[in-house]
């Protein structure tokens, strides 16, 4: 049985990171370096974010 912490760690907080990078490079020109750094994430998973 899956925990509502569970599910939130699996769907719902990647889906939040990944429109809150999109939203940062089209809305505001931010390069993926910068957005990495503002979400202490590595630059591939802001690249992964952008591109998926």
Do not use: C, D, Q
């Not at 907080?13 to 750094?37: Q, T």
């Amino acid at each position: 049985m899956i925990t509502v912490f569970e599910l939130g760690y699996r769907y719902v907080i990647p889906s939040i990171r990944r429109r809150l990078v999109e939203l940062l490079v089209e809305k505001h020109s931010l390069e993926e370096v910068e957005v990495a750094k503002l979400l202490s994430v590595s630059t591939s998973a802001a690249s992964r974010n952008i591109s998926a």
